[in-house]
């Protein structure tokens, strides 16, 4: 089914980077890793991929951002690539309903972590990249060029030592994990990988792109190389999904409607499947660590092109906006 011409695209998210940008003010960016505490709170920028080809871009869509939790789609990526459904023995494939970084829940449950994106769980996921990979590092850079095709994707070294001199938190789930003997590699060298894989360095443009795959059953559709299984595909969308917004899951599902993973970078990154992919920026948070302005402008995306999972395949053209339609203002009460 075709989808909206890139010029339509175009004038859709402009308006939508117009309405949202009435919120700035509402969220507070990041402040428990200094390097995010300094980022400029009102930034904005979306950039849409289609399957079919078609692009759209807004604001600051060029401009990169510490991606943080987000790139624990790639790490997941690539453990599966490395273990397949032998992962699940060590982390679970359920919602958490609390802060994605407590230590109470993990310890409670004996080590296993609720899922791949809440902290402790992601720490096991980067443990099975650093347990087979001679440079996991390396890797993981690799893997974010070839995804994004982007050659200078780079980690942020300010954002990496800021994470490795104030990552306590992060320390002590990763020691509990090791006393429940769910960590292999040693603790020093998982943290390290950890902390650079959140300080990645990508744009909305580059996190677009390196999520259409999901959004096209694992194929890149701009150059037909299949990266993912069909069925790994599934899984990781249904788990973006149910578990890729921290605790603010369940509400994003309601408002949004569609498989995302959202970084306390400020990044919000979603796929409608055989449809899209699409990223919006915007550092200021909510009280759950997701981006205030980024959820918003999402919800106004799907609501006003039809095209959450939960409301059938989607239109053929953008209905309701511009000079003929309701504002997007007007969906917000």
Known sequence: MALASPLEFDALIAEIGEAVAKDF??????????ALRNVAPR????????????????????VPFSIQSISKVLTLIQALGHVGSELWRRVGREPSGTR?????????????????????????VTDCVASHDAMPVRSLV??????????????DREVARSEEQTGHVNAAIAHLLKSYGNLMAPVEQVLRLYFHQCALAMSCVDLARAFLPLANQGVCPETGVRFLDPRR?????????????????????????????????????????????VCVWSPELDAQGNS?????????????????????????????WGPHGASCSSWFS
């Open 25 to 34: 003010g509402k969220g507070q960016v990041a402040q428990y890793i200094p």
């Open 43 to 62: 930034r904005f920028g979306m950039a849409v991929f289609t399957v079919d080809g078609k692009s759209a871009l807004y604001g600051d869509a060029d």
């Open 100 to 124: 994605f970084n407590t230590l109470s829940q993990l310890e409670e449950e004996k080590g296993f972590p609720r899922n791949p994106f809440v902290n402790a769980g992601a720490l096991v």
């Open 142 to 155: 690799s893997l974010a060029r070839r995804l994004s095709r982007n050659d200078a994707i780079q980690f």
């Open 233 to 277: 595909v599934k899984r990781i969308n249904a788990l973006m999904l149910t578990c890729g917004l921290y605790d603010g899951v369940g509400n994003f599902a309601y408002r949004v409607g569609i498989p995302a993973k959202s970084g306390v970078g400020g990044g919000i990154v979603g796929v409608i499947p055989r449809h899209l992919s």
């Open 292 to 320: 205030y302005v980024g959820t918003k402008a999402l919800e106004l995306f799907t609501t006003k092109t039809r095209l959450s999972i939960f409301c059938g395949p989607g239109l053929t053209r953008v209905q309701g």
